[in-house]
T-cell receptor, first 115, second 113 residues
Framework: AQKITQTQPGMFVQEKEAVTLDCTYD???????LFWYKQPSSGEMIFLIY??????QNATEGRYSLNFQKARKSANLVISASQLGDSAMYFC????????????FGKGTHLIIQP | DADVTQTPRNRITKTGKRIMLECSQT?????MYWYRQDPGLGLRLIYY???????NKGEISDGYSVSRQAQAKFSLSLESAIPNQTALYFC????????????FGSGTRLTVV
């Protein structure tokens, strides 16, 4: 079974609208971290936001917020007031602190912001 | 200078050739990783290292080997490259601390013909 599932291969959104990118995860660990990365067409991996499994509040970083629903094993990324520069691939990833090191990534969502 | 530097940025090589991808970091992190990205598959872990003497296989280590020459240097080798190793390769570093401690290099785009 996939550990990270991103069900939206691609999304088209109008500029200035809010965007929600879905991510569900599967783990039996109690201690884990959830990450979102942005990959523009240039290829680099840009860290956006982190949520720890014990964090009681949803993480926020500027226009990015993470809607963390632990019981549903869901960690959706919300981008408020989308901009043309938000067009990119977005990856959800997990680090299980009780398991092997490294991040497990989802397959990504290709977000296109339209003017 | 970038915190995590990968060389080369792009490489085309022939089937059967040995090739080495190099990664160096100035973050002072003890943990280093090599990932591979294929279209539609996200990133997958090839190898990771906790320090010079501690090397571990990841999800897809077959066909690859690594060397941790120093705390700051971690190289990935393809002993005999094959076309399905054509991919974008990323090096990353981290610390044991929780949180967003992962730093990625800019990637090496490898094409095996």
């Amino acid at each position: 079974a996939q550990k990270i599932t991103q069900t939206q291969p691609g999304m088209f959104v109008q500029e200035k609208e809010a965007v929600t990118l879905d991510c569900t995860y599967d783990t039996s660990d109690q201690s884990y971290g959830l990450f979102w990365y942005k990959q523009p067409s240039s290829g680099e991996m840009i860290f956006l936001i982190y949520q720890g499994s014990y964090d009681e509040q949803n993480a926020t970083e500027g226009r990015y917020s993470l809607n963390f629903q632990k019981a549903r094993k869901s960690a959706n990324l919300v981008i408020s007031a989308s901009q043309l520069g938000d067009s990119a691939m977005y990856f959800c990833a997990m680090r299980e602190w009780g398991g092997a090191d490294g991040l497990t990534f989802g397959k990504g969502t290709h977000l296109i912001i339209q003017p | 200078d970038a915190d995590v530097t990968q060389t080369p940025r792009n490489r085309i090589t022939k089937t059967g050739k040995r090739i080495m991808l190099e990664c160096s970091q100035t973050k002072g992190h003890d943990r280093m990783y090599w990932y591979r990205q294929d279209p539609g598959l996200g990133l997958r872990l090839i190898y990771y290292s906790f320090d010079v003497k501690d090397i571990n296989k990841g999800e897809i280590s077959d066909g690859y080997s690594v060397s941790r020459q120093a705390q700051a240097k971690f190289s990935l080798s393809l002993e005999s490259a094959i076309p399905n190793q054509t991919a974008l390769y990323f090096c990353a570093t981290s610390t044991p601390a929780l949180g967003h401690g992962y730093t990625f290099g800019s990637g090496t785009r490898l094409t095996v013909v």
